[in-house]
């Protein structure tokens, strides 16, 4: 792939869209953030008609998700789609959103969990996304340096995150694009027309509410389609609520699990990431090149400033 496309960079005033294009959300647990973006940022926010709606499970039909965020792809006025929530339905209608005027007068598409079906298919177009807070979840407690990351990014200043090590740490350091995102649909993504190429890149994962053994088949499946072989590094982030059989246990934890699966390579790995469901969700934007070192003291994740600037 030839260097990524980079979004314009928002600057206050801004116009910016909200959309639901998966599970239903209720519109007052998004009025805290709507709040935060709109009065202490200071943008200007555009409505989707999915974060008042409800069909089922989802925030809407396909078609009317599928038009929700069409339009708002569609308006070079607005700067960034920001989603709601995740929880299911973007794999559902990602095949058929036009692209065509997004590709003319890109702009930053962000969320995480679901979205990640949707970060993929960015990716594939050659364009930034960021992997961040939804507007639903930026406001939680805890989420202060989560929501300042996305926030800083957005703006055009990049964060150099540091982390602590891990006792499962593999040092090293490497070089690459960053893609991935939720285990689950990354993993649901191969074989499919937006399936990523993992060679040369940094990996970055996470996951909540799965059954331990089930974590272990999708590691396998990853494993058996190539996917961990030539990595320049994985980031692990957090593997929240999982689930385990009540008799008899799977006998592993997460990240034993994911270690047992990446012992035989020799590319740095780090895990305990601020990155994934919680609260200090940090802010990665996917397809642009940084630099992992995992130490003895510390890790670090930086974002290679050429490629963005």
């Given at each position: 792939?030839?260097q990524?496309?980079?979004?314009p ?16 959300v ?7 953030g709507?709040?935060?973006l ?5 943008l ?22 599928l ?15 920001i ?7 973007c794999?559902?209608?990602v095949d058929?959103?036009?692209f ?7 702009k930053?598409?962000?969320g995480?969990?679901?979205l ?16 961040a807070?939804?507007v ?5 407690p ?5 929501a ?13 995150y540091?982390?602590s ?5 593999k040092?090293g ?15 649901h ?10 060679a040369?890149k ?15 088949r ?24 999982m ?5 008899p246990t ?24 601020p ?13 642009v090149k940084?630099?992992l ?17």
């Open positions: 792939m030839s990524i496309i980079i979004p960079f928002l600057k206050p005033g801004d116009k910016i869209g909200i959309v639901a294009p998966a599970s239903v209720k519109y007052e647990d998004l009025l805290p709507i709040t935060i709109r009065d202490d940022w200071g200007e926010i555009v409505e989707g008609t999915t974060i008042k709606s409800a069909f089922n499970q989802f925030s809407a039909n396909d078609t009317d998700r038009s929700d965020i069409q339009i708002m792809l569609d308006d070079p006025s607005i700067k960034a789609i989603a709601a929530r995740g929880g299911y339905g794999s559902r209608i058929q959103i036009d065509s005027g997004f590709i003319n007068s890109p930053w598409i962000v995480f969990s679901d990640t079906a949707l970060h993929a298919s960015i990716y594939h177009l050659g364009i930034a996304s960021l992997h807070p939804m639903k979840s930026m406001t939680q805890g989420s202060e340096e989560a300042n990351s996305l926030r800083d990014i957005l703006f055009g200043k990049l964060p150099q540091s982390t090590t891990h006792p499962l740490n040092p350091k490497g070089e690459g694009e960053l893609v991935g995102g939720n285990l689950c649909i990354f993993a993504l191969i074989g499919s027309r937006t399936d990523t190429d993992t040369g940094i990996l970055f994962i996470e996951d909540v509410n799965e059954y331990l053994y089930n974590l272990d999708m590691m396998i499946q990853l494993k058996r389609a190539g996917k961990l072989d030539n990595l320049a590094g994985l980031v692990v982030g957090q593997f929240s609520d689930r385990d059989n009540s008799s799977f006998g592993k934890d997460a990240y034993q699990i994911i270690q047992e699966h990446t012992s035989d390579y020799t590319y740095p790995v780090c895990y305990d990431f990155l994934g469901h919680v609260a200090d969700n940090r802010a990665l934007v996917v397809g940084a630099n070192d995992v130490g003895h003291d510390n890790v670090s994740l930086n974002f290679l400033t050429e490629e963005i600037v």
